[in-house]
C-alpha cells in the first residue's frame, strides 16, 4: 500500500513538473520568436524601432493565448481525473 501511495505521489510530482515547464515554454516561445522575427524584419528592410515594439505586443497577446490554452487542458484534464476518481 506504501509503494503504491509512493508511485501517486511520483506521479502527480512529474506531471506539475511537466505542466510548469510547459507553461514556461508556451509563454516564452512566442515572446522570443516575435521578438525575434520583428527585429531581422526591422533590420533587414530597414524600418523602424516601431516594428520591435510591434513585435513584442504581438508575442504577447501570442503569449497570453498560450496561456489559457495550457491552463484550460489542464483544468479539463483535472476535472476529468476527478470523475474518474469518483
Given at each position: 500500500m506504501r509503494s503504491a501511495?509512493?508511485?501517486q505521489n511520483r506521479r502527480s510530482a512529474l506531471y506539475y513538473l511537466s505542466f510548469v515547464g510547459q507553461l514556461g515554454f508556451s509563454i516564452v516561445t512566442p515572446i522570443v520568436l516575435a521578438t525575434w522575427g520583428a527585429y531581422w524584419l526591422s533590420r533587414r528592410?530597414?524600418?523602424?524601432?516601431?516594428?520591435v515594439i510591434l513585435g513584442i505586443l504581438l508575442g504577447l497577446g501570442g503569449a497570453a493565448v498560450s496561456f489559457m490554452k495550457v491552463v484550460r487542458a489542464a483544468s479539463d484534464g483535472a476535472r476529468k481525473q476527478e470523475?474518474?476518481?469518483a
Amino acid at each position: 500500500m506504501r509503494s503504491a501511495m509512493r508511485r501517486q505521489n511520483r506521479r502527480s510530482a512529474l506531471y506539475y513538473l511537466s505542466f510548469v515547464g510547459q507553461l514556461g515554454f508556451s509563454i516564452v516561445t512566442p515572446i522570443v520568436l516575435a521578438t525575434w522575427g520583428a527585429y531581422w524584419l526591422s533590420r533587414r528592410f530597414s524600418l523602424g524601432g516601431w516594428v520591435v515594439i510591434l513585435g513584442i505586443l504581438l508575442g504577447l497577446g501570442g503569449a497570453a493565448v498560450s496561456f489559457m490554452k495550457v491552463v484550460r487542458a489542464a483544468s479539463d484534464g483535472a476535472r476529468k481525473q476527478e470523475d474518474e476518481d469518483a
